[in-house]
Structure formats: C-alpha cells, structure tokens
C-alpha cells in the first residue's frame, strides 16, 4: 500500500529552524520525484522544494532559496526539508508528495500522484 507520511512540524521563534520528514512506503524514491508543497489559510498550495533522487537533482521555489534544502535518504525512504531562517510568512500546512517520473518539472498540484496529510509549521514569537 502506497503510503505518505509527513512529520516535524511544530511552533518555532522567528529565525528559527525546522526539520521536516516525508517517510514513504510502497513504492521507491528512485522511481518518483518529491517535492513539498505548503497551503497557508485563505491562500493557494504553492510548491517549496523538489526532489530527484534518481538524478540527485533539486529545486528551490524563490521563498524557500537560500533557506531551505531538500534531501533524501533512499535507504530509509524518507525525504527531507530542512527550513532555517524561518519567517512567520512560512507558516502554513507543509505536504509532501510524489509524482512518477524522473524530473523536478514544476509544482503544479494535479500532476501529483500521492500526497501525505500535512504537517503544521507555526512561525510566531
């Protein structure tokens, strides 16, 4: 059974860093791009981060260059967001999710196969 599951959100300070994870099942990193999407209210998803780990290639969304980096760890098939230098304009829902094929070719949401249920992230003093 194919399977998403985020984690690591939580309450950080401005300035502050976070971890997230993507842990997936049933299908392999090698086969499948991820990338991590985040929705804050009243706002549309947008695309943070995307990953190849078959190329061992990546993307960065403008928001997110210089503060966050992706990884992936395919022995553990769990994917990686390391957010530093948070801002309380990054809190949001984050979702991850994967989408079949080989390239980092955008973040539009309907072409994602899967998607995990989200994590919070909350940015505040």
């Known amino acids: 059974q194919l399977q998403i599951v985020e984690s690591g959100g939580g309450l950080v300070q401005p300035g502050g860093s976070l971890r997230l994870s993507c842990a997936v099942s049933?299908?392999?990193?090698?086969?499948?791009?991820i990338s991590w999407f985040r929705q804050a209210p009243g706002k549309e998803r947008e695309g943070v981060s995307c990953?190849?780990?078959?190329?061992?290639?990546?993307d960065y969304a403008d928001s997110a260059l210089g503060r966050f980096t992706i990884s992936s760890d395919n022995a553990k098939n769990t994917v990686y967001l390391g957010m530093n230098s948070l801002k309380p304009e990054d809190t949001a829902v984050y979702y991850c999710?994967?989408?079949?094929?080989?390239?980092?070719?955008?973040?539009?949401?309907?072409?994602?196969?899967?998607w995990g249920q989200g994590t919070q992230v909350t940015v505040a003093q």
């Open positions: 999710a994967a989408s079949r094929g080989s390239y980092c070719s955008g973040y539009v949401p309907w072409t994602y196969d899967y």
């Open positions: 990953i190849s780990s078959r190329l061992g290639s990546t």
């Open positions: 049933g299908f392999s990193l090698d086969d499948y791009v």
